[in-house]
C-alpha cells in the first residue's frame, strides 16, 4: 500500500449530511465554500441585474433605506407643523 498523500486528499471535506441516514457527504468542497459542488457550492443566482428574475431594482436594500428616510422625514414635518398649529402659530 502507498503511504504517499496527495493534495487533493487533504482538501477540506463537504459539511453536509445525508438526512436519513446522517452521514457526511465526504466529498471535497468547493475552494472558498463549505460544502461540494453538489451540494450547493457557486449555485443560485447572483445578487441584483445579474438575477435572472431581477425586475427594476426598486426593492434593493438602497430604495429602501431611501424611502424609509423619506418616510421618517415626512413624519417629522407633519409633527413639527401640528405642534406649531397647536401653539397658534401658523408657519
Known amino acids: 500500500m502507498n503511504s504517499t498523500t496527495y493534495p ?54 438602497e430604495i429602501m433605506d431611501l424611502r424609509r428616510m423619506i418616510a421618517d422625514l415626512t413624519r417629522e414635518s407633519r409633527d413639527l407643523e401640528m405642534r406649531l398649529r397647536d401653539c397658534g402659530t401658523s408657519p
Open 8 to 61: 487533493m486528499h487533504r482538501a477540506p471535506r463537504c459539511t453536509a449530511h445525508a438526512k436519513r441516514t446522517g452521514l457526511a457527504c465526504g466529498n471535497p468542497a468547493v475552494r472558498g465554500w463549505s460544502v461540494c459542488r453538489m451540494h450547493g457550492a457557486r449555485g443560485g443566482a447572483g445578487p441584483g441585474k445579474a438575477n435572472p428574475a431581477y425586475r427594476h431594482g426598486g426593492r434593493t436594500r
